[in-house]
């Protein structure tokens, strides 16, 4: 009896062991089978609602077979990822399938390496303004669309190109990638997107106190320079803004630096203070820079002679356009125009003028100096942009990269407003004396501009995913506060119409895998393994007998009865 009981239990550990061992080799084969191809960084279109209106791409999720242009023509895409290099990529096609609302599983947009602000690039510069004509379309397309299925962003590298190149063989074959096909599979395991509950913006201030004599009661007048620094595109984990609003934020901090030389001595300090803002909200009607204004006391607000507003100063030849809401006529509009025209003339460039009124009872703010202006404060925004931006455009997108600033159209435009504001500080108008000349000691520094371009363009900065204490957000708060008096920080809250949702980038992975018809072979040679395996244990722990009787029709219960 013992013995018997000692075999059973035997027989029962051999039986559970090779049950182990045929599930570990199962998940062995599934494991080989489903090896990723690839792996990389991906790039969500930006989702946001404007007034209850959805925008951009309303889910983050993708489990679906890939396919690239060459799909053969009638095939239903509603469970097909497809993947499209920008320099393959027709406008037309892609337009289409948004405007009709064509069933698709999900779009991958793959960006040359030219465009990326990790790696750069030194592509010619006729393809590069190729690629930034497209893109900037194919930008203005996808932001202002509502697109019902997953749309991402990715950089063209060997992986990507390898996978993309057997897609375009299998497609041209005659054979797109299915389930019963097997093929490549895009697969993003993310949740789906959530609100940002209470998106942040932070307003910096710098203050540079002017001389007053002994006695003078009065309060000095004041002259602002303001930039926004945060940007808006299709991609928010891309949108650096080397250009908008980067190049305004680089002269801004050289001018605070220039200023900051003359205002240390007391025999340079001038009878103005100097105010600086780097506000935030700037792609929504400017809504921290309204926030930023209205903070001010009356008395301050009075004081103020007028604001210089610097936006997009990094890509223009030889000129640009001051844009005042003001009538040309108004005498401190004439003295900034008259003051930027004559040292523009001395450095061989041209100022325009344009002059667009404000309707106050529109919400719409092109132009950060109107915010001024809608608080009667006299302002002007110095950019390389003759025509007013629509809202969400020429905000930062993803051509607005360090390869199309040219760091020398920065520091010609710094010199151009430090010295006109030095000579009406110091009452030099229509002279022509070079207070920051080359080689002296105020010299427009190259270096400092090019610098902190680069960080710039290195830091994606969409106010909605900007916390208080981002780096880079304390970053500049300690550059200005190196270069003035005093530094102030504004948190507010972004209100108004629009509403965005997280998710902005993930990990793209890509597995081959097999065919149904493969799937189903694996099946039948592993069944069969298996029923091998087990007529086996089976003879040689109970015997053939055994086995022929798992196998025999069991007695019927009449027969059992009897």
């Excluded at 013992?2 to 559970?16: I, P, V």
């Excluded at 932001?143 to 990507?160: C, K, L, Q, R, T």
């Excluded at 300090?269 to 506000?279: A, I, K, W």
Aim: aromatic content about 10%; hydrophobic content about 40%.
């Amino acid at each position: 009896m013992a013995n018997s009981k000692k075999l059973g239990g035997l027989r029962e550990m051999l039986e559970s062991m090779y049950s182990v061992i045929a599930l570990l080799f199962i998940l062995v084969a599934c494991v080989e089978l489903c090896d990723a191809a690839a792996a990389v960084d991906v790039y969500r279109l930006i989702q946001y609602d404007m007034s209850g209106s959805p925008f951009g791409s309303r889910f983050a999720a993708l489990n679906h077979h890939a396919a690239s242009l060459h799909f053969p023509p009638g095939v239903d895409l509603s469970r097909t990822v497809l993947i499209i290099p920008l320099r393959e990529l027709n406008i037309t096609f892609v337009r289409e399938y948004i405007n009709q609302k064509k069933p698709l599983g999900g779009l991958l947009v793959l960006l040359p390496e030219v465009l990326s602000f990790k790696t750069g690039g030194n592509k010619q510069v006729h393809e590069k303004e190729k690629m930034k004509n497209l893109l900037a379309e194919l930008e203005r397309l996808l932001v202002h669309s509502n697109i019902p299925y997953p749309v991402y962003f990715a950089f063209e590298n060997d992986e990507i190109d390898t996978v993309l190149a057997d897609i375009k063989k299998n497609d041209l074959m005659g054979q797109p990638a299915t389930a019963t096909t097997g093929g490549y599979k895009f697969v993003i395991p993310t949740a789906e997107p959530k609100k940002v509950a209470s998106p942040t913006m932070t307003n910096i201030q710098g203050w540079l106190s002017g001389l007053k004599t002994d006695g003078d009661a009065n309060q000095l007048p004041t002259i602002a320079i303001v930039a926004s620094y945060d940007t808006f595109g299709a991609a928010p984990a891309l949108s650096v803004g080397s250009d908008s609003n980067g190049s305004g934020i680089v002269a801004l901090l050289e001018i605070a630096r220039l200023f900051s030389l003359l205002y240390s001595n007391p025999k340079t300090r001038g009878r103005y203070n100097l105010l600086f803002g780097l506000t935030s909200g700037g792609p929504y009607n400017y809504n921290g820079t309204q926030k930023w204004l209205r903070s001010f006391d009356q008395r301050l607000r009075e004081s103020i002679d007028y604001a210089i507003c610097l936006n997009s100063i990094g890509s223009w030849d030889n000129e640009l356009w001051i844009h005042v809401s003001k009538p040309p006529e108004n005498a401190y509009i004439k003295q900034i125009f008259e003051g930027l025209s004559n040292v523009a003339e001395e450095l061989d460039l041209k100022v325009g003028l344009k002059h667009k009124k404000i309707n106050i009872s529109n919400p719409r703010v092109a132009w950060e100096h109107e915010q001024f202006s809608r608080l009667r404060v006299t302002a002007a925004t110095l950019s390389e942009l003759s025509v007013t931006p629509e809202l969400l455009e020429s905000t930062g997108g993803l051509f607005d990269t360090r390869q199309y600033v040219n760091e020398t159209a920065i520091v010609r435009g710094v010199k151009l407003v430090a010295e006109s504001l030095a000579r009406h500080i110091y009452g030099h108008q229509g002279k022509n004396i070079q207070i920051f000349a080359d080689e002296s000691s105020l010299a427009v520094n190259p270096a400092y501009i090019r610098s902190w371009l680069d960080v710039l363009s290195q830091t994606p900065r969409v106010a909605p995913f900007l916390s208080k204490d981002d780096p880079f957000v304390m970053a500049l708060k300690k550059e200005l506060a190196g270069h003035v008096d005093e530094v102030n920080v504004q948190h507010e809250t972004l209100e108004g119409i629009f509403t965005f949702y997280d998710s902005t980038s993930s990990r793209l992975n890509i597995y081959q895998v097999a065919s149904v018809t493969f799937d189903l072979l694996l099946l039948l040679v592993l069944g069969s393994y298996l029923i091998v395996l087990f007529s086996f244990l089976v003879i040689t722990t109970r015997g053939l007998d055994d086995l022929i009787s798992l196998f025999r029709r069991p007695p019927s219960r009449k027969l059992k009865t009897a």
